[in-house]
């Protein structure tokens, strides 16, 4: 049983041997061991241990073993996809939560000693940590386990964790030494619910963490009031700013082409060159906004105008 250095801990557990697949997604992959997820819950992806190492994130989804840069955390030190790994990740970049635990060394201390913006719970919802004592219901017996909760059953727990034989199980509530409740956990896996902001937010922000790319979601107090599929992508703006859906291409611009004069008697006169500014984004870049595309009408025009002047010389010619 290794314990973690400084900050981050590492705790070792197992899964009951009754455990229970309830069917998540396995569709994240791992940039670390480029292995697929076990399962995944609010997007988060949880992993086979695969190896001892760091694991960073900037957003709960996308891992690696070294810093992306601005905006990365370290949430496991030198021991890999530990259960803990994924409980400090998911409380991060779901509700906000410090991964500097101070004074923990495993799992099952979690419920004597834990961060501000959380507290422990005997109804659980979706969302919170269930934490195993030493020895219980197939936890390790020095270091416990612990899980995040999907779905709570009158006498059950589903779950999705780390560091088992298998990433989801059901347990009974029982096996539950506590539960950890985020402050702004609403018990639901509404995007809008742990956000950092209200207001247009596009689903691939790092404002949320559970939302479809290229949707945005209006939220206020950490309830999605609306949500618009952005057909042209979706840009998202700084922090203070509110995200928008990218315009279409469709503007003054696309009009129709006036018709060419290509008589004989029409002024012997330069083309001017089409306004070649890109239409229908103001200039702006960055989420999944779309490279304006236009659909070629302009250019036949000018095409058409070309090919009239190049004629009317050779006749004069």
Known sequence: MRKIVWWVFAAMGVACSSSEDVGRSAAAIDY???EPAGATIDSIPAYPFCGDFNVWSN?????KSASGG???VRTETNDGYQCAELA????????G???VWPGISYADQMCATHPAGMSVSNTPVHGDLMVFAGGSCGADATGGHVAVVDTVGAMTIDVVQQNSSTSTATYNTSCASCFLHADHNHGTDD???????DGPICGQSLKLVSGVTDTLYVCANGVTTSQTACSTGCISEPANQADQCAPSDAGPDDAAAPAIDASPDAADAEAEAPDAAPNGNNGKS????TSPVHDGSRS???CVLAIALVARRRRKA
């Open 191 to 197: 995007p809008c619910e742990a956000s950092t902001a």
């Open 70 to 72: 601005a905006g990365w």
């Open 32 to 34: 670390i061991c480029n």
């Open 88 to 95: 400090l990740r998911y409380f991060r970049f779901k509700f």
């Open 286 to 289: 960055g989420g999944c906004a």
């Open 300 to 302: 036949a025009w000018v």
């Open 59 to 63: 957003n709960g989804i996308d891992t």
């Open 97 to 99: 939560i410090t991964t």
